[in-house]
């Protein structure tokens, strides 16, 4: 039974919402515009970080803007990758976007495969401006504090975000690290359902001089449940190229980078079949630079066969209330 009453669902578009959608993605086609504009989303992400932390100044954002410019073929950053370390949760959410509620088993990635995986992502690329540290919940993590160690640590790491939903508080061991000024703490506040807590969390880390986010995610895109949809190749590129997801929801997951946070989980339960969705960094090319290739390629990526089990990007996706439990 939902603790939560739920709400009505609200339609995202409108018709004439929809009919836009079309003519930029059409237009998009016809001029044959990359999907993923690598240097477009290294400027986004760096200038939301430093807003994030309070720290923006025009005069750095421009430099960093030349710089990333100026940049050869041959320099490749990447934007923004999440961090999947466990499904373990203090929720049980029914509209979860990762489908944590679907997974099988209980899994706990352990520190060491975490840190060999992300060594190797970086081997191939010339740094990753924003980490993101998701579950599950994070802070259930035991071994969070060597994983953050190693992230502080990295010179090719200039940001790192731990996503929570603040009904659990942070061991003490990690409170140090968490201070570091490349992290910041977002809190998920979901209303009724953990609003008291993470009002408490909040002022815990602000307390200890950590930089904290309250994010009020009042309200979800209704993604669906994981049967597949009779999309068409053509409407999966379309969903795709107005997909957020592939813009910065990359996720690294048992040493594959996966398109979303949702389509590790339709792997494991054996749902994708084909490689549209992931690329398996392990057994990449052991030459710097055709790796590389390797994962630009990846990026660049015109669709994933994940899109058939999401509505979150349907010309009909829906608002529903967050955090309605099961």
């Not at 640590?153 to 570091?180: C, H």
């Amino acid at each position: 039974m939902n603790i939560l009453k739920e709400k009505k669902k609200v339609r995202r578009y409108c018709l004439k919402d929809i009919v836009m959608r079309h003519v930029t993605y059409l237009y998009a086609a016809v001029l044959q515009k990359e999907i993923y504009n690598d240097k477009e989303q290294i400027l986004t992400e760096y200038e939301k970080c430093l807003r994030q932390r309070g720290a923006f100044r025009r005069v750095e954002m421009e430099r960093t803007e030349k710089m990333v410019k100026d940049a050869g073929d041959s320099e490749f950053l990447i934007s923004r990758i999440a961090v999947s370390v466990t499904n373990q949760c203090s929720l049980r959410c029914r509209d979860c976007n990762n489908l944590m509620p679907y997974c099988k088993e209980r899994f706990v990635i352990d520190v060491e495969e975490q840190i060999h995986d992300l060594k190797k992502l970086l081997f191939y690329t010339d740094g990753i401006v924003n980490v993101e540290v998701i579950g599950g919940e994070p802070f259930v993590y035991r071994q969070l504090p060597q994983l953050l160690q190693y992230l502080c640590k990295e010179p090719k790491i200039r940001f790192i975000e731990i996503t929570s939903n603040g009904t659990v508080l942070p061991p003490k061991e990690t409170l140090e690290l968490l201070a570091d000024s490349k992290v910041c703490v977002l809190l998920s506040d979901y209303g009724k359902i953990n609003a008291e807590k993470v009002r408490k969390t909040y002022h815990y880390l602000k307390q200890n001089n950590i930089c904290v986010r309250n994010l009020k995610n009042r309200k979800w895109i209704l993604p669906g449940n994981i049967e597949r949809r009779k999309k068409s190749k053509w409407r999966m590129k379309y969903e795709y190229f107005h997909c957020f997801a592939r813009k910065d929801c990359r996720t690294l997951y048992k040493g594959k980078l996966y398109v979303c946070g949702r389509a590790p989980i339709l792997d494991e339960l054996g749902l994708l079949k084909n490689d549209s969705s992931f690329f398996n960094i392990r057994t990449m090319d052991a030459r710097k630079e055709a790796g590389k290739r390797q994962i630009h390629k990846f990026f660049k990526n015109s669709y994933a066969e994940c899109c058939s089990y999401c509505d979150c990007s349907s010309d009909f996706s829906y608002w529903v209330e967050s955090g309605i439990q099961i």
